[in-house]
């Protein structure tokens, strides 16, 4: 058996089994969307699904793509038709100017335009498929027959004999003649057209009402049952057709008093097919149910008086056997999951009341529901059996008109109603109610709750004025246990909030902060203290039971009091949540209203929210205001209107939500691939692509609304993420290039779980972070680090061995500065000073020669030392030649400031070589005396020492040496310090310039030195 035929048979037997039950199918009992609000702006034309199961709406303006949850625009136009083709995947969108392809898989639509045909441009208004090859489109005057494959057509004209323009409006191929088409056309009647031999024939309806003849003619659907068509036409109800006879009857949806159908405006949009032999006829008017095989109307549904046009009338089954209806007002549901929800509305309602619901007993052995309302104009009886209403006004109405229902007792014979000024009494069969005659002087205040503990005896409470008991016999009226208010003073300043009477005749007594219990020996509980912690409990909001317990609703929550322990207190909180009524149910699961009807079901495990979308009628602006058990059943209430359901009936949820993926735009981009993300399960990105942004949904038409959705990102996350409400999309950002996996799940509201939708991302990897590029730079830094220690080995050896030379020539440099020559004139020089008894002058000599010995052998200790200190050893020595030359000879030693700074430090014995040898050399042998001058210049990387004397020259030097000039053995030494310190060997290192006056003759020599300090440069 093929899945259609058992899904057909399943919607038959649910239709068998609501035809004699005597519970039909009803279409009022639908369920809206929140996102296809759209839509009712717009003129639903046709329905179709594609093979993923998402539902295609065409209307007068637009087609859209209906997931559940969201309604996504695909394309424009005035559309007609929709049609598919599963062997090619596609949907063939008909709209008056031509053809939208859409590919379900590939998500491409293709924009086929069919216009100026046979010189003119005409409307597309009807379209079917002869075969896999062709489709057929009725246009103006003529038939085109389009080639899908090669996107050709050609045109077939038809003419009437009527002598008019002929427009085609509905097609069907002949089940039992492929050759041969029907055609429903404008004023024209039904067309036979034979499309091997191009011929036609023409019938018309000329046996229907005068008034309904063009009407009756323009034929708008057609379905074939046998040898029957069955025609729906524009304002003319259905035509029941036999072609080989040529008999014909017309029926109409709408209702008509007798058999007067003039005015009828029953026109016929949709022809539904429910399965082999019934179907439903879609009217501007109503809808019918009907049956093929036996000729008849099994349900009708029409609009009420007042509306123009039917809303509900059916457009679509689906695969799932979902009816979808709607034309005028948008696309609604009739789900068979739904429960069975029978909704009552109080036809006595105006606008007047406020129609608040109290209380709703059921009386008279279950035949009829009593009803108590606050601002209403009496008691409300609905009979269960006649499907009637009837309103019991009390026997002298109030100045008002208003009866202020409070509470509602009902027994065998009829039921006490407590209005908040008086007690009334109604007895079966009663036109009005009767007040009671009680002793009411002693009873003050608004009367509110009460309480049968007994026949004959009534419980009041009263708003300000505490409890009272009523004999009904005797009408006497007396406190109800006077001793409660000497135990609890503070209740007299407070409002009374509720008085329950349990099964067990416990009384449960309410106010403010207090939650009191007198048990059937007269001992009374307190269980405020037990409640919300010991806090203040403010008010109480509503109190019932179960089998087992007593519930208490407060604005902390609801709390659980097992009343089987009584008079022992053991108390549960069940919800933090503020309810306002509560009831439990025969299976002891409660019912409970905040903003809706909630369900908690037995064992705390869930809670399950109702509402219009599950056939509960609509509250209104006040919301649901009263819930209570009603026999078997639970009975919801707002002002006029309730809503009355069998526990056992509620279906839970089955259908599981279908995740998909909607959108990916990468790096803000939409990411386009050859596939709809439905089919596409892995993606391929390139390294820089690795900003994502998911967007999804699912496939989900019973209570989308109440869908939760989790991801993952495998590879980057560990956990689950819970989406957050109305939160469609997740982004990811910088992600590193890798292999991650995108799961994707949703839920229906029984937290069933679909199956993972995955979704396979490879980004790849950035060249400079792939294994191969990052061995090669780990061979280039092992290459670098060896050639730059192999560098540094080198740079310390050649350091070492300029160290190591440096060292030799600064012994030598102070081998040279300390000669004997130097030495004996020094002292020979001090011993001539002590005999010529130059004291004074000795000891300044002698003082001068000891500091430049101590300079000296300080430099003997270390390579390098500071500025300042070779400069005194230089100043020293200066004074001692002076001295010991008898002043023959005037010097001038010019140091700027900062050079004197400790932090800079040089070779040492640098300077004294040159010195020395401008004195010996240049000075001495000048017999009228000389000077010598030498500066110092501070610069970044080195110090420029100037030597400058007036002596003979060099020239001069070398003939009174008699012998070629040779530079002195401590300047040769010097020079190679220089050069060895120099990094880059500055040839100017060392410069001797000798000096001429302007007639050519030697005026002396001048030495530059450029000394690299603080290492070298």
Sequence with gaps: MSSSILRNGILIFMLQLGLYSGAQINLDNNVSFQSTKELENHKIISMAEDGFGFIYIATNKQVFRFDGIVLNRLCSGMFVEILTHKADSCLYFIHRRGIYRFNWITGKIE??????????????????????????????????????????????????????????????????????????????????????????KQIIFDRVPNDLKDASNTITEIYQYGEKLYLGTWYGGILNYTPESGSYKQFFVQNFEGDQVEGAQDHIYKILPLSADRLYFSSTKGAMLYDLIEERELARFNSDDGILSYSNAPQFVDSQNRLWIGRERGIRLIDTLRSNVEVLRNPYRDNKGWYIPRKAILADNDSMILFCTFSGKGLYVYDLEEKTWQVIPPENPARDQQFRGYDLEVDETGAFILEQSKLYRYNFGDKTLKPVQIKSDSLKGELIYMARPSRNKLIIMTRYDGLYEVDINSGNVSPYMPDLYNMFPDLASYSGDELYLDKGGRLWMAWKNHLLLTMTNGEILNLSPHLNDGDDILNINYITESDTF????????????????????????????????????????????????????????????????DGLHDPGRYGYEYVNTLGKDIIVGSRG?????????????????????????????????????????????????????????????????????????????????????????????????????????????????????????????????????????????????????????????????????????????????????????????????????????????????????????????????????????????????????????????????????????????????????????????????????????????????????????RVKAREIASKRYHKSRGIGIVEKRIKLMSKSHDPDAIKIIDLYTETGESKGTRVELKIPINGTK
Aim: charged fraction near 25%; aromatic fraction near 10%; glycine fraction near 6%.
């Design 111 to 200: 924009d086929i335009r069919i216009e100026n045909v046979n010189n003119v441009t005409g409307n597309l208004l009807s379209a079917v498929f002869r075969n896999d090859d062709e489709l057929l489109l009725g246009y103006d005057n003529g038939l085109i027959i389009f080639d899908k494959n090669e996107l050709t057509h050609t045109f077939k004209p038809i003419t009437n004999k009527l002598g008019t323009n002929t427009t085609f409006l509905s097609l069907l191929i002949d089940a039992e003649n492929p050759s041969k088409l029907w055609m429903g056309s404008r004023r024209a009647g039904l067309f036979e057209y034979d499309l091997d031999a191009h011929t036609h």
């Design 550 to 613: 007593v519930y208490v609703a407060l604005p902390s929550g609801v709390y659980e009091i097992d009343k089987t322990q009584l008079p022992e207190i053991v108390v549960e909180k069940i919800s933090d949540r503020d309810y306002g009524v509560i009831a439990a149910d025969q299976s002891n699961d409660l019912w409970l209203i905040r903003d809706g009807l909630f369900n908690l079901e037995n064992g705390k495990t869930s809670i399950v929210e109702f509402g219009i979308n």
């Design 641 to 953: 209107q309730f809503s009355i359901i069998n526990p056992k009936s509620i279906q839970k949820n089955n259908e599981i939500p279908d995740p998909y993926i909607k959108q990916i735009t990468i790096n803000g981009l939409d990411h386009k691939t050859d596939s709809s993300y439905y089919v596409v399960k892995s993606l391929k990105l390139k390294p820089n692509e690795n900003n994502l942004t998911i967007g999804f949904s699912a496939l989900a038409f019973t209570k989308p609304e109440s869908i939760k959705f989790r991801y993952k990102l495998e590879g980057a996350e560990d956990q689950w993420n819970l989406v957050q409400p109305n939160q469609r999309n997740v982004t990811y950002s910088n992600l590193d290039g890798g292999n991650y996996n995108f799961m994707l799940e949703a839920s229906n509201n029984n937290l069933i779980w679909s199956n993972t939708k995955s979704l396979k991302l490879d980004i790849a990897i950035p060249f400079y972070k792939n294994k191969w590029f990052l061995s090669l730079i780990l061979f280039l830094g092992i290459f670098t680090i060896y050639t730059q220690y192999r560098k540094r080995l080198l740079k310390l050896k050649n350091e070492a061995f300029i160290s190591e030379q440096l060292l030799g020539l600064e012994k030598q440099a102070l081998r040279a500065q300390m000669n004997p020559h130097f030495v004996f004139n020094a002292l020979n020089s001090i011993q001539h000073l002590i005999t010529e008894g130059e004291e004074k002058k000795s000891i300044l000599y002698l003082n001068k020669f000891s500091k430049l010995l101590r300079g000296i052998l300080d430099n003997s200790q270390s390579t390098r030392h500071t500025l300042s200190h070779e400069l005194e050893i230089l100043d020293n020595y200066l004074e001692l030649e002076f001295l010991r030359l008898g002043e023959q000879f005037t010097y001038e030693l010019n140091i700027p400031e900062s050079l004197f700074d400790e932090r800079i430090e040089m070779q040492g014995l640098l300077f004294q070589p040159f010195i020395e040898n401008a004195i010996h050399h240049g000075l001495a042998p000048k017999s009228s005396g000389g000077n010598l001058k030498v500066d110092f210049e501070n610069h970044e990387h080195y110090i420029r020492c100037i030597i400058e004397d007036d002596g003979i020259g």
